[in-house]
């Protein structure tokens, strides 16, 4: 089971963020949702999970963009599963550990898994699940920040602590490529696609099989 005491979801934590009066922090993780509904498919029948699914909003957008999938959202903060359940009244929404996921094998034709793993100490135990539970030729969707970069945003903007703190994880292409134990399929990194060095983060896609 994985540590979940450092995870801190304030009420409406992720509107406030899509929603903030800062330009720049609005268009990015507006970005990061537009780039992960832009690959799904607009017909056709899937079953989606989205693990770490938050307030809902990624769900939304993806039934917005297809009506005939089933989706699936998980997550382990009761605050955030509320407003998940109010959002997606057409989902399946349930309180559930990353790290033992209650699916059966070969369940899911796509996961997305968005701004999660950063937060999570046993992510290689996470990742074996997606795997078990991933159908063959599915895909996984996942994104992740660049720590060096937030780091040194908030510091120049002069935020305290410097760090996040509930980020135990820090990640880059290279080290999820070399954990995921997937096929690379496309990667994107926020918000304008340069060097992940210089970017705030990243949308990696990738395929089982």
Not at 60 to 80: F, L, P, V
């Amino acid at each position: 089971m994985a540590k979940t005491d450092h995870i801190y979801m304030p009420d409406d934590h992720m509107d406030k963020l899509y929603n903030s009066g800062n330009p720049l922090v609005s268009y990015i993780h507006r970005k990061r949702l537009e780039i992960i509904t832009n690959k799904i498919n607009r017909n056709g029948h899937q079953k989606i999970l989205d693990a770490g699914c938050g307030e809902g909003h990624l769900i939304a957008r993806m039934h917005s963009r297809n009506q005939s999938n089933e989706y699936y959202g998980i997550d382990i903060t009761e605050i955030a599963l509320k407003k998940a359940r109010q959002r997606c009244s057409y989902a399946t929404i349930r309180k559930m550990d990353l790290s033992e996921l209650g699916f059966k094998n070969d369940s899911f034709d796509i996961i997305t898994c968005t701004e999660v793993i950063e937060h999570i100490y046993e992510y290689t135990e996470v990742f074996k699940e997606f795997r078990r539970v991933l159908k063959d030729n599915g895909r996984l969707i996942l994104t992740f920040p660049n720590e060096n970069m937030w780091t040194l945003s908030r510091a120049l903007l002069m935020r305290r602590p410097i760090k996040v703190p509930d980020h135990v994880n820090s990640f880059s292409p290279k080290k999820i490529r070399k954990s995921i134990g997937l096929k690379t399929a496309s990667q994107y990194n926020i918000p304008f696609n340069l060097p992940f060095f210089i970017s705030l983060g990243s949308v990696m896609e990738f395929r089982k099989n």
